[in-house]
């Protein structure tokens, strides 16, 4: 068995880092391997979050088209027990939002979701 060595041109080393959500759109660039939105959740939210018992999150896998997410994560959070209220309609929304503006960026007419906490 031998090995051999290539050179790899224009390989994707580059993470931005994105301060708003349409600078997320620099992932699509040459040479970009990942975007990082910096952004931050409500307080009373993450405080709300931070003392969930992590048996209750939403926890699966599935593939989907991007319209069907708000619909699975809402059965997600049923099936785990997460309790109802504006804070899980604020994860719900936001989980559905963020998979609606991956899926436009990327232009997949399927998602993989994956909730794992």
């Known amino acids: 068995m031998s090995f051999?060595?290539?050179s790899?041109?224009?390989a994707a080393i580059g993470v931005a880092i994105a301060d708003a959500p349409s600078a997320l759109s620099t992932f699509l660039k040459p040479g970009c391997a990942a975007a990082i939105w910096r952004r931050q959740i409500p307080r009373d939210t993450q405080?709300?979050?931070?003392g969930l018992d992590p048996e209750v999150l939403p926890n699966g896998r599935i593939v989907l088209r991007p319209g069907a997410?708000?619909?699975?994560?809402?059965?997600?959070?049923?099936?785990?027990?997460l309790p109802a209220g504006a804070h899980r309609d604020w994860?719900?929304?936001d989980i559905a939002a963020l998979s609606d503006r991956f899926a436009?960026?990327?232009?997949?007419?399927?998602?993989r979701l994956?909730?794992?906490w």
């Not at 405080?47 to 931070?50: F, T």
């Not at 997410?69 to 027990?81: F, P, T, W």
């Not at 436009?104 to 998602?111: D, G, M, R, S, V």
């Open 4 to 6: 051999i060595r290539r």
């Open 8 to 10: 790899v041109q224009d």
């Open 47 to 50: 405080a709300w979050l931070n």
């Open 69 to 81: 997410v708000a619909r699975a994560v809402a059965h997600l959070c049923d099936m785990s027990g």
């Open 91 to 93: 994860l719900e929304a």
């Open 104 to 111: 436009k960026l990327l232009e997949a007419p399927y998602l």
């Open 114 to 116: 994956r909730c794992r």
